[in-house]
């Protein structure tokens, strides 16, 4: 009998020691240092980074955990309700730790394992864990795990106030999908802020808490519609709602709004872009105050310049233009030549080959701020950037040509011979017309407009290629230029995003631009930590004069050449001038257009310039290019705070400039121009070139 109570009380004193000696160990830090007031004070969650549209709406996250925080007067009273109700019945009136909750997890849980007993912790035990996470210690996990936890608890009682405490639980809790907070899971399953939140939306949330993956409402939409009536169900029985309304709250269907826009949107190229500008200028503020900011831990707000109507609408361009474009495409390697071209490749690499690749870019002409930037077709699948792709530039090359001439004295109403050319030493090269016409002289804005090849050439070989080297060098193009005949033509190769900025110098006045996405960036707290300042002049890359008479000839390329469609078929009002492009064998198609509010442009066709449509009708740059910037800006017009910013009319030209291109595009030649045809020879030596140019720029009758 004194054996067995020996026993008993020995076993009693083991009972309540080792328990003792493990929560006085936690406390005292054996296994793991526990993070004291001042650490409870400090503690941030790691919360994402937000990019903001030019209108502040969000169009982007950087994170490495997706997370926005927010204040508790954010969060809607029947959110918090729901919590409680389901989470923590008593959380107002315990100190961090539920006794009661307590004994049934030692010993349902801890002493007979019983895992399905749950695991009755508090909001502020679970707070804990979200806070600092749980550790591995082999078999005690689950025993010095809760008790930690519980110690944590009782300490951030002591540091928090009650509202404290539920606001940052539900700005560190897990919803799944790497959502972190309320606030991400509100905006990715309903499309609105947390502080909009409807009392089934709140009901449905809070169930997720429970096990984030089984009550996800896109996976298990019927597991989430069961688990939000139980929680309706707590609400009812702690009194957070009648009977009435909690049971036509269970009856009403999921109303998923799922959006996944911090993943992929309408911006996502874009957003590339910002992310390597954003750390170039995280690392110059770091540099300059000492203090290191983490874009994807801090909660910066980073507001760019993109107007997202604008990018919005050029993604629909490019969904319902590109997407006929690319079955009419399909339709041509469809037939027997189609697969013969494609014969050799692999079925798996076909697909690929004759998929069209399209980019549109759209910026402001005095400042450089980036409009809108739709890098390609689909960010997921072809994540290169289309806007930085280097290709031919077809007839969207000539304005260079001609902005060379009107720097070197040549006027617009110059006429220019439409004549056969032959190149010796060139496999006897002449340059074709798109029409396949000869004879008689266009204007120098004639041959501009209607985007004439022969008289094009004619100028290339009487300014010569040093002049109009030296303005592309100066407009910035990183691609040297060749100095060959074909370069009169478009060979030339450069980027959407070079092209940009070289044809804002049209309508600017003749200032060389550089391009910026971000306007500011604001910490958390709203303090501005940098804010966008034009960087002052980069130059003059054109003189006043000649930027203006490159402007009015484009205008004339839009009004009455071969950018016509962009009213007479698309009906857009926008004023614009600009120059349409397609390259040799319609393996590029180029759009480039501009106002005083904008330049735009688009380029599109297959990666490979193997891959091409066979005609004019489908491939030419005012088919295939001109309809995503026709759309897009159709589209735009019906944003009137976009279209107060973009619809800018030309200024006319100044008087002494106003009948400069007041002349008729084509004239027969007279007596005299055949005369003296008679002494011109029709086959020139290009190397020769630089000897005839200073014998034809001598003779003053040919002016």
Same mark, same amino acid.
């Given at each position: ?442 204007? &120098? %804005?004639? !041959?501009?407009?209607?985007?004439? =090849? ?7 070989? @009487? *300014?010569?290629?040093? +002049? ?30 070079? &092209? %940009?900025? !070289?044809?804002?110098?049209?309508? =600017? ?7 910026? @996405? *971000?306007?500011?960036? +604001? ?30 000839? &484009?205008?004339? !390329? ?146």
């Amino acid at each position: 009998m004194k054996r067995g109570w020996k026993i008993s009380i020995v076993s009693l004193a083991v009972i309540i020691f080792i328990p003792l000696f493990f929560i006085s160990s936690v406390y005292a830090g054996l296994f793991g240092r526990l993070p004291g007031k001042k650490d409870l004070r400090n503690y941030r969650n790691s919360t994402a980074s937000l990019v903001l549209s030019s209108e502040g709406e969000i169009i982007g996250k950087f994170y490495s955990e997706n997370r926005t925080s927010i204040t508790f007067d954010q969060i809607p009273p029947h959110l918090i309700n729901a919590l409680v109700a389901t989470e923590d019945a008593r959380f107002y009136e315990h100190s961090g730790v539920d006794s009661r909750s307590l004994v049934r997890v030692f010993f349902k849980t801890i002493i007979f394992n019983e895992r399905s007993a749950g695991g009755g912790s508090t909001i502020t035990q679970q707070l804990a864990k979200n806070m600092y996470g749980r550790k591995d210690y082999l078999i005690l996990s689950v025993f010095l795990n809760k008790t930690r936890e519980v110690l944590l608890a009782r300490r951030i009682e002591k540091v928090y106030t009650k509202e404290e405490i539920l606001n940052l639980y539900l700005n560190t809790v897990s919803f799944g999908e790497n959502l972190y907070g309320i606030e991400s899971a509100s905006q990715r399953y309903f499309s609105h802020r947390t502080v909009d939140l409807r009392i089934e939306e709140s009901a449905l949330l809070t169930g997720m808490l429970k096990a984030n993956t089984s009550f996800n409402p896109r996976l298990y939409p019927d597991n989430a519609v069961s688990r939000r009536n139980v929680v309706l169900g707590q609400m009812e029985k702690y009194g957070y709602l009648d009977r009435s309304t909690a049971d036509s709250l269970s009856a009403l269907p999921l109303n998923l709004n799922y959006n996944k826009t911090d993943i992929t949107g309408p911006a996502d190229y874009f957003l590339v872009r910002v992310r390597m500008e954003a750390d170039r200028i995280l690392r110059d503020i770091s540099a300059y105050r000492g203090r290191q900011w983490d874009i994807e831990r801090d909660g910066l707000i980073i507001r760019t310049t993109l107007s997202l109507p604008l990018q919005r609408a050029s993604g629909e361009a490019f969904e319902s233009h590109l997407s006929k474009m690319q079955k009419r495409l399909d339709e041509q390697y469809s037939t027997s030549s189609g697969r013969r071209a494609l014969k050799e490749i692999p079925d798996s690499l076909k697909k690929m080959m004759t998929t069209l690749q399209a980019g549109l870019l759209a910026i402001d002409p005095f400042t450089g701020a980036v409009l809108a930037w739709a890098g390609g077709i689909d960010f997921k699948t072809q994540p290169y950037d289309q806007i930085l792709a280097r290709r031919q530039l077809a007839s969207v090359f000539k304005p260079f040509i001609f902005a060379a001439a009107l720097e070197d004295g040549v006027e617009p109403c110059r006429y220019l011979d439409n004549d056969s050319i032959t190149l010796s030493g060139f496999n006897n090269w002449s340059p074709e017309n798109y029409n396949h016409s000869y004879g008689g002289k266009y204007s &120098l %804005a004639g !041959a501009l407009a209607q985007s004439m =090849n022969i008289p094009t050439f004619s100028l290339f070989l @009487m *300014i010569g290629f040093d +002049k109009v080297e030296r303005l592309w060098r100066d407009m910035g193009f990183s691609y040297p230029l060749v100095d060959m005949p074909s370069l009169a033509m478009g060979t030339a190769e450069a980027s959407i995003l070079e &092209l %940009a900025l !070289a044809y804002s110098s049209f309508v =600017n006045g003749g200032v060389k631009i550089s391009p910026h @996405m *971000i306007e500011s960036v +604001k910490a958390p707290d709203g303090r501005i930590l940098w804010q966008y300042t034009p960087p002052g002049h980069l130059g003059r890359v054109l003189s006043e004069r000649s930027a203006m008479l490159m402007s009015a000839m &484009l205008q004339k !390329a839009i009004r009455e050449g071969t950018g016509a469609s962009v009213y007479s078929t698309y009906g857009v009002k926008v004023p614009l001038a600009g120059k349409t492009g397609t390259s040799q064998n319609y393996a590029d198609a180029w759009f480039a257009a501009f106002n005083p509010g904008l330049v735009i442009v688009s380029r599109v066709g297959a990666s490979s310039p193997s891959i091409h449509f066979n005609n004019g009708r489908y491939g030419s740059g005012s088919a295939l290019a001109l309809p995503l910037v026709a759309l897009t800006l159709k589209k735009a017009e019906k944003e009137k705070e976009l279209m107060n910013r973009i619809n800018v009319p030309f200024e006319p030209l100044p008087p002494e400039l106003a009948m400069a291109l007041d002349c008729p595009d084509f004239r027969d030649k007279t007596f005299f121009d055949r005369l003296f045809d008679l002494f011109e020879e029709k086959e020139i030596n290009y190397e020769e070139a630089g000897r005839r140019r200073r014998i034809i720029r001598g003779r003053i009758f040919r002016r």
